[in-house]
T-cell receptor, first 114, second 114 residues
Framework: AQSVAQPEDQVNVAEGNPLTVKCTYS??????LFWYVQYPNRGLQFLLK??????LVKGSYGFEAEFNKSQTSFHLKKPSALVSDSALYFC????????????FGSGTKLNVKP | DTAVSQTPKYLVTQMGNDKSIKCEQN?????MYWYKQDSKKFLKIMFS???????INETVPNRFSPKSPDKAHLNLHINSLELGDSAVYFC?????????????FGPGTRLTVL
């Protein structure tokens, strides 16, 4: 079965500190992994993706994520959090065998406090 | 210019009514989607169209019927609305090679069934 798990409903971090939002996945074949961000009353916005190649991918707004095949994880990271990073973050997975079908995690609310 | 637009933004209606939500994308994408986000922010795919052809139809009640008059539009019609249909509905689109391309989301339509 294909699935995505975001084990933390909420992550709290102080501004300036590093942040990590966790994601693990289960999919047939090689995974295509994505992170999206959703601000209140808005649609999801793409942050970054891993398709193939370097396990560390960099995306928008200083975010990066590391693909770890052995741990089936794709954690989102940022070296120094900003208050404006506070939002809802979704991990998503697809694969060649799941043409057009994406599985989203349940979302993690990131709270960055000044 | 708005890449993916939805109308209306808010929809409040009585149980048993029939309503439609419209979606348009001006990105030239071949693939469009409808997602439902429930009150716990869980995001689930409902339908996907590729060049006006239905390719994903999740376990959605028959009361929901998508229609794609052309590849830039994907509308969602809902018959006999029920309380459980209350949610935010997101339209999205993606370019060819959809499994590894990011999706572009509309702003959402908040449906409230009374």
């Amino acid at each position: 079965a294909q699935s995505v798990a975001q084990p933390e409903d909420q992550v709290n971090v102080a501004e300036g500190n590093p942040l990590t939002v966790k994601c693990t996945y289960s999919v047939s074949g090689n995974p295509y992994l994505f992170w999206y961000v959703q601000y209140p009353n808005r649609g999801l916005q793409f942050l970054l993706k891993y398709i193939t190649g370097d396990n560390l991918v960099k995306g928008s707004y200083g975010f990066e994520a590391e693909f770890n095949k052995s741990q089936t994880s794709f954690h989102l990271k940022k070296p120094s959090a900003l208050v404006s990073d506070s939002a809802l973050y979704f991990c998503a997975v697809s694969s060649f065998y799941n043409f057009n079908k994406f599985y989203f995690g349940s979302g993690t609310k990131l709270n960055v406090k000044p | 210019d708005t890449a993916v637009s939805q109308t209306p933004k808010y929809l409040v209606t009585q149980m048993g009514n029939d309503k439609s939500i419209k979606c348009e994308q001006n990105l030239g994408h071949d693939t469009m989607y409808w997602y439902k986000q429930d009150s716990k922010k869980f995001l689930k795919i409902m339908f996907s169209y590729n060049n006006k052809e239905l390719i994903i139809n999740e376990t959605v009640p028959n009361r929901f019927s998508p229609k794609s008059p052309d590849k830039a539009h994907l509308n969602l019609h809902i018959n006999s609305l029920e309380l459980g249909d209350s949610a935010v509905y997101f339209c999205a689109s993606s370019p060819p090679g959809s499994s590894y391309n990011e999706q572009f989301f509309g702003p959402g339509t908040r449906l409230t069934v009374l």
